[in-house]
Each structure stands twice: as C-alpha cells, then as structure tokens.
C-alpha cells in the first residue's frame, strides 16, 4: 500500500517537474513559435504527464492532456502556427492540469470543458483546412504519392489502417521494427485453438498495436461469406526481430512483412496532411472507437463473424499499453536522486560531529609524547583533517539551491500581468545558477514576488507613456542575483517610471506617517526611504494586483528576518532598484553576547541598536511602575532581563548595568543586562520540543569553549511585558524622534592616529570594537580580523583614502568601527574613540576641506573635526573590486506582449537538457 | 516464564532493558531507545523552563536537552543534586535507522533528549518479567510514563515509558507569567 503512495508520490513530483517545463517551455513558445526544440520539448511534457496519468488511471487529466497533445502534436508538425491565443489557451490547459495534479484522485471536480472545447476547437479548424487535402488524396491514390518516393504496395498497406502519424513516432524513435502481420482468421489463427481476441492480446503484450484491418477476399459475396475466411492484417511497432515474432506468433515468414522504418519515417515527415485526417474527424481518439469504419460496410450486417471481430482489436488495448513504456523512457538524463532535508540534516550532524573528532585527534597527534610514530601519525590526521573539512563542506553545499527554481516562475508572473494590465514588459534574468539555502529560498519567495509585482504594476508605465518619454514601448524588469563579498545580492531593477519623493512626501503627509514640516527637512533618500513606513501605498489606484499598502514594509520585515537587508534606489523617469543582500545561510547570524547573573545570552545583532550605560547622561526612571530610560530626549520601555527570566530580586543593585536598545518592527525598548560579553557570528541551533515551548528563547548557541548560550527573542520578551501605554510613549516619540535625527543626527568622534578628529553619524555603525593588535592577520596589502566562523573583516585605513594624517604604528590595543550591513565587512581602524555628539547638515563647513570621502568639517565638542561621508568611503572602497564581475552568466528569458512579438529581439537560451532529440526530425 | 499475562499481551521482543538508579530507586528503559550515556555531563540551566528540565547539556555540536527523572515522576526533590550520568535517548533520525523501532518510537523528538540519573545499573535480559503498573490511585504515582515494573527477590524496579517520557509536555507554566 505504501508502494503505492509512493509511486503515486513520484508521480505527482515527476508531473509536477513536467509542468514546470512546460510553463517555461510554453512561455518561450510566445515569443519563437517555431522553435522545433521548444515544441518537442512540450510535446515530451505533455506526453510523459498522459503516460504517468493513464498509468494510474486518472482519466480526466490523461483525457485533457491528450487533447494538448494532439494540438502541440500538430504545431510540431508546423501544420499550425502558434499565435497568441492559442499558446494562451496551453498555458490555462497546463494550469489547469496542475491544478488536477495537486489531487489527482478528484481531478474530475476541476472545470476544464472551456480549455478541451477550445482545444477542439482549434483541432476541428485544422481539419477543415486539412479535409481538402486528406479527401483529394483519398479520391485520387496517385496523389499520395506525389513527392514520395516509395513503392505503391508500401502506401497501399499502410493506407489501409486507420492510425495517426504519431503513433510512429515513438517507434521510430527508439529504433523499432514496423511490422505488418497477416493472418486468416480460420487458417492461422482459429487452427491454434486461439481465438482472435487472445491473438490481439497477445500482439498488445509483443509491442503497441497501431492499427488493425479485417477484410474478406474479393471474391465474396453475401452467397458465401459465412464460410469465407476473414483476413486480418495488424500494423503493428516491436522491438522485436522478425523471427523471434514468427515463433512468438507461431505464424510463418510470409505472414510478416516488415515495413521500411526509414520510409515510414520520411513518409510521417513529408506526408502529414493527409494523415491528420483520421484524428481530425474523431478529436477524442483516446475513446476511439475500434474503428468500424475499416470493416467494409458491406459485410458488418450480414456475417456473424465480423462484428465479433471488429470491436476486438479494440484500440484502448493499444492506448493502455502505450503510455508505460513511453513514461519510463522518457525521464531526463539527469543524474540526481531525491533525498529528504532530514537525512541531510542528520548527515550535516555527523559532519559536525566527525569535526570535533578530528579537532581532539589533531590536538593529540600534536603531542610530543605519542611515540616514534608521531610524524606518520601527523600525516594520518592531516589527510583525515582535509578529508573531513571536505565532507562538510559538500554537505553544505547540498542544502544549496540555485535560485533559478524560484527566479523561473516570474516569467509567468510577468507575462500574465504584463497582459492584463496591457504593458509590454520583458524579463531578464541573471545569475540564475546562484546557490542559497533553501530556506532562505523558501523566505524570498514572497517579498521578492511583492517586488517584481510591484516594479510590473507601478514601475513599468503603459507603452503610450513610454514613448511620450522617449522610451522603447518595452519596458524591461532585470531579475539578477550574484555573489558579493560572502553574501548574496539579489536585485530587481526596473527602467519604469522611478518614484517621486515628492510625491512620496505629500502621501506620507496625507496618510498621516509625517508632519508637513518634517517633510520639508527631508533629503530625496530619506523619503524614498518612506515607502517602508507601514499602511503606505503610493499606487493611484488600488488595483487587484498591488497597492493596498501592505506591501514594502512586510518586504522590509521578512527580508530582515532572514537575516537580510533591503535597499532601494529610484531615478524618477528612469527606474527603481531595489537590493535585497542575503546572508549565504540562515544558520549563522550575528549576535550580541550579554551576561545576566552570571548566564551568557546570546541577542540577534539585527535588533540590536545601540548599548547604552545609564547614568547621568540617560537615567534610568521609573514612571508609575514602569521603568524608562531617558535617551536623547526621548522615553524609553525598559524591562530587566533578570526580571524577566525570573531570577529572585537583588538586594544592593550597585552592579553595572547596561540598557541595549532592541529595535523591533515598529517599537524600541530597552533591555536591562549585567554584562556586555563580545560580539559575535553565532550558530543557532535548535532546541528540543521541551523547550521550544518556552517563547522567549527561539534557539541555543554553543560559545568558543563549549559553553551553551540561549539565544534571546526580543520579539516575544517585548510582548506582555511592555505595558500598552509605555508602547504608545514609544510610538508617538519614535517616527518624530527619528525624523528629528535627519536634521541633527549623532556622530561618534575618533581620531585615526593621534591627528584630525574625525566625525562619523553614527546612524552609519553598528558597533565599537576593541581589539589588539595581535588579532591582526595580514593577507597581501589587506588587514584582516578573523571573526568566529571564517568570516572575517577587512580593516580600512582611512589615511590611505584620505588626506589625513598617516598612521605610522598601531598601538597595541586599538579600535575598530564597524558599520551596518551592507559593509560590515570591512571596518574602519581607530586609536582613540572621543566622543559622541549632535550634528545637524547646516553646522558643516563643505567649504574649507573638500575631498571625496568628506562631507566637509565642523566644530564638534569644541575641536575641529572631519565630517566622513560613508557612502562615498564605500564607494571608493568598491571601485577597487571589478563591477562587471558581479553578475554570473545567466540567461534572458523573453516576455513579450502580442503586439510586439516577433519584433523583439529573442534572448532565449535554452538549457542543453534535450539530449535525447527524437530521431524523426 | 513466558507464561505470565504482562508478556502474552505485547508481542515477542528481543530487545534489553537497561536498569539505572536515581535516588536510590531502581528504574529501567527499553535499550532500545537508549543512545549513549554520557558522564559528568556539564548541564546549563535554563531559565523560565518547566520544573522537569534541568537544562541544557552540549552534545557534539547539539543541544541536548536534560530532564530531571525524580521531577518529571513527580518526586519533588529539594536539595540540587550532581548530573553524575545522562541517558540520551535516541532522536527520530536514529530511530528511523532501526530495523526494529520500539513501539513509541513515533514520539521521539528531532532534537536529543536525556534523562538525568545518579547510575548505571545492569542490561536485563529481554525475557524479564515484566508486570503491569499497579493504578494511579492506588500508588501515588504519574503512571503516564511507566510501562510496568520488574518484581526481583528484594526489590522493585520501574519501568519507564520512554516515548511518552520525551514527549508530554508540561503546559502548565507558561513563559510570560
């Protein structure tokens, strides 16, 4: 039974994949309507899915899919041209067998008599336009010849079955023998004590019947036919030797005749016309009739013996048997197999396991005191050591996914939209063979099809617009991911209208996120920025499609939830690009390691804003019976983490403590912990089912010396313990409180060397970190610091980017100032932290000291100081890298709408998967 | 021997029982949903947890998670004591791997998961006796996670039902009270 419902399991995976192939296939078929590899390969799909599905009985999806495939069987035949339509039309008959797939065993409750009349439709219109031709070559038998060079008892056998072209094709393809075989049905047949039934059953079970005749000898007449003996001829495909059929049949030679595969072959190709007919009168042929027709008409009332025959060599033996070994062929050459996440999870234990392992045996192959045969022993271990790094390695990797799996479906996407809202839109997509975990994979899925949504709905302008503007009436969406520096960039670039950010600002004050005045002291960056503000739509109208302001703040959110960061830019006129940067896995992440009571928390540095000491600068109060921390003029929630975790109350709270600033979607508050350990690039591990239970710990971490640290919800520790009214304190504050930060926003001072005072806002670092010298490693002219995990951070001098002071010798113990993702690879090299301070954009001098990388100077807490403008320090930082390396070689898919299409240039690759081309073209 | 009604009921089984000792009473498991025992495991505490985990322990990368065997049979135990063993069960990938799962075996965790006892006793022979639990009202005792005892000359030893062990939980406390 369980065999079953795997089998059953394969199916619906394999048909699945089918689809999948065919969407794509019937996507590119849009815009190259003739493209032979295209339509075989659909043709191949569409096949295999009948196969599979008549396999198990699911007759409504073998029904539809045999009537896609008669079409898609004619248009390979170029005996229809695939307009616009009609490719529509498959694409709704492909959905629609997906759709029946998802439960195979009810796929008769989905409606698709409009998809079957339609394709009926287009098979009945072809044979009107093929009757013609069909009937003349019926009334004048030297017309079939016309071009064929082949003997005339060749066609004349052949004319004589009712059959479809394709029925050959699979023949001829895997090298059958077409056979012909004759019988007298009293002779030969009858004399073995079979009878013709078992005669036909016998033949099914040989190779696939195609086509049968009975005739009784000319020389009958009603008088005698009772005694007449009936011929039987059978066309029939085996892989068969001809003798080996004679002794299975127990016929003799001359009851076998051979048929010329080359001819037929030749004769499918050139002679198509004619041979469509007999599926153009009966559309439905997979309930075919036995064909009666064949049997003269003449005889069918009078002898007892034919109608007994005729509806035995019953074609729905021939179609039944058909599709098993025609699935089972046609799998693609591919070598994979399929492995649950499971067994490679337990897989990537073992591995780590087996790390650990090998660190111990390293460490005592290190020893002086294992014996002489130490040096041997070293190299034993070293080659373990390697073997074993590899292993884990390519474990990782087979978690890794390309993201052209998700990337291929928003061709679909596009070209559905493109059409209903009458945009004429193409899709490109880059580095589709980029790798990412799949549960990273599984996250994107949604924000990125908010984002290609939204660039189609709102970017892209209708082509009447874009050539007012001067543009090509096509409008592009590039779709491209690569790798950058240890992460995954993923963009989605439009060459659509862009955004205004003053109409931004003026929706952002109609909607209430913003006061007017707060919009007046907005940069254009800043008010790109607002389009992440939560409830913000700047979508005219509200269509089905987008706008309904849920929208780029849940992009926002779930990008950032795994770990990612979003980043938009916009030209108004010229397009919107939007960056989402993803960490390769979701396993590690930075975080915050603080200490409570003596037990070591790990925070997710994504939520971490900043870490303050209260005191008298930001005290500490209490409001009723909450407690709030004053910072920079603004309350904030504060909770106790010992509080909360439900240590027993102190009685002298003289310790230090520390507030970290959790930032979450909407609210911040202040965390209460003993201890501020370090920083660091954590592996989350899961907890068991005991545990998980417990919402404030989303997983557990294991520290440098083995030590265990749970890792810290900020999310579910702010619920229920931050009273409604202390959040509506933070709410209202926090926007006006972040907006005033774009007039007079903080800057931290250092000093590189003990030169220039150098200012930089601190909205651009993440953190402060004090290392020694000694971590340092040195790789070509970079310094580097190697964090936990092989990740490691590029320092940045900055007098070798600026006319400042060199630095001549770093002292022992210096510091390092780490920005916020995207760069926090690199870091920025200080000697001396000085201090923080306000700094609004009117109080800079952009006149005394002008250099790239410098906002200009400013006189913080009394001393002059260089004011860096980071972006540009980033920039100039990247200038270094090669630019054009960063998009993988991918391919183009096309979108076409109908208009334009065949007027566009096609880049369509085609991935080399059809190595099995049939034979027959 | 194999006469007696506590074994007509289950079907022939070959597996062992390890026998182990907590608080001086005598306790034993189906060795098959045994794993390893690990000594002296360092265990970490885990704040806000129900009252039966004693915490966490570093298991070769993975995070093991620890019960207190005295609390979850609910014996309530005052002083702290030393995790001087821990039996780590097996998680549902071993499991799977068997050619003969336990019965339960469906209700093992993905994670591990280990049960805290003061030592190691002896592997009883597969054709033990083994009778079933006197009733709750009558003994005292959460039978939820006893599959039956071993009557021996001088003493009685329980017999823990591993699979409900690893997986009721106690929902009780919640974390935000």
Known sequence: MSADQEMLDLFVQESSEHLQTLETDLMALESNPTDNALLNSIFRSVHSLKGGAGFFGFDPIVKLAHVMESVMSLLRDAILKADQPMVSLLISTSDKLNLMLVNPERAIEIACEGEIAGLKAILDGTSSGATPSATKGAETPPAKNTGIKSDSVFDRELARFDFHPDDLLDGLKHGQNFYIVQAELAKEIESQSQTLENFVSELASLGTLIGTEVSLPDHVTLANCADADVACRFFFVTALEPFILCGALGLGDENIHQIDSSKLGEWVKTAPAQNVAPIVH??????????????????????????????????????????????????????????????????????????????????????????????????????????????????????????????????????????????????????????????????????????????????????????????????????????????VQIEVLDDGGGMDPERLKAKAIEKGVITTEQASRMTDSDALQLIFAAGFSTAEAVSDISGRGVGMDVVKTNIEKLGGHVELESRLGQGTRIIIRLPLTLAIVPALIVGCRGTTYALPQINVDEIVHPGEEYPLKSMGGARVLELRGQLLPVVDLSDLLGHPPRENTKQENFVVVLRLDHVSYGLIVNEIISNEEIVVKPLGRHLRSVSYYTGATILGQGEIAMILDPNSMAHGRISASQLALNASKSSEAALSDSTSERVLIF????????????????????VKASDIERIGSMDCLRKNHDSTLRLVQLSDLLPIKPQTQRGEEFFLIVPRPPFDGLCLVASRIVDSADLSDDQIDRATFKARGLKGSAVLSDRLSLVLDFDAIAEMLNAGGDETSVFAQGHFMLTANSQQQGQNQHHMTQLPTNKEQPALT | MNLSLAKADRPTRESQWLGFTSCGRQYACDLLWVKEVLRCPAVTPVKLASSYIRGVVHLRGQILTALDLEERLGHPVSEPRPASRCIVFKTTNDLVRLPHPPEDHELADSDPTGLLVDAIGDILPPETRVLPAPPEALSGLDTRFIAGVISSQDSLTTVLQIGNLVSMLELKKSPSV
Do not use: W, Y
Not at chain 1, 418 to 437: A, M, T
Not at chain 1, 444 to 460: A, E, F, K, W, Y
Not at chain 1, 753 to 760: P, R, S, V, W
């Open chain 1, 282 to 487: 009966e559309p439905q042929d997979i309930e075919e009739k036995p064909p009666e027709a064949v049997v003269p008409q003449s005889i069918v009332p009078t002898s007892p013996t034919v109608p007994a025959i005729a509806p035995q060599p019953a074609e729905p033996t021939a179609t039944q048997i058909d599709p098993k070994p025609v699935a089972a062929t046609k799998r693609k050459p591919e070598e994979t197999i399929r492995i649950s996440v499971g067994l490679l999870d337990s897989l990537m234990n073992l591995a780590g396991e087996m790390v650990l392992g090998r660190n111990r045996l390293l460490r005592i192959a290190g020893r002086s005191d294992t014996g002489p045969d130490n040096s041997q022993m070293q190299s034993v271990v070293q080659e373990i050591s390697s073997v074993t790094s590899n292993l884990q390695d390519t474990i990782m990797r087979a978690r890794l996914q390309p993201v052209g799996s998700l990337f291929g479906k928003f061709t679909r996407i596009v070209r559905d939209l493109s059409h209903k809202l009458d945009k004429q839109i193409q899709l490109e997509i880059f580095g589709d063979d980029v790798e990412l975990d799949r549960t990273l994979l599984e996250g994107l899925s949604d924000p990125l099809t908010h984002l290609v949504r939204n660039s189609v709905d709102h970017g892209i302008e209708i082509p009447a617009n874009r050539i007012a503007k001067g543009k090509t009436s096509c409008g592009t969406i590039r779709l491209s991911a690569a790798h950058l520096a240890g992460r």
């Open chain 1, 751 to 770: 000093q590189e060397t003990d030169g220039e005072f150098l200012a930089i806002h601190l909205k651009k670092v993440m953190r402060v970190e004090s």
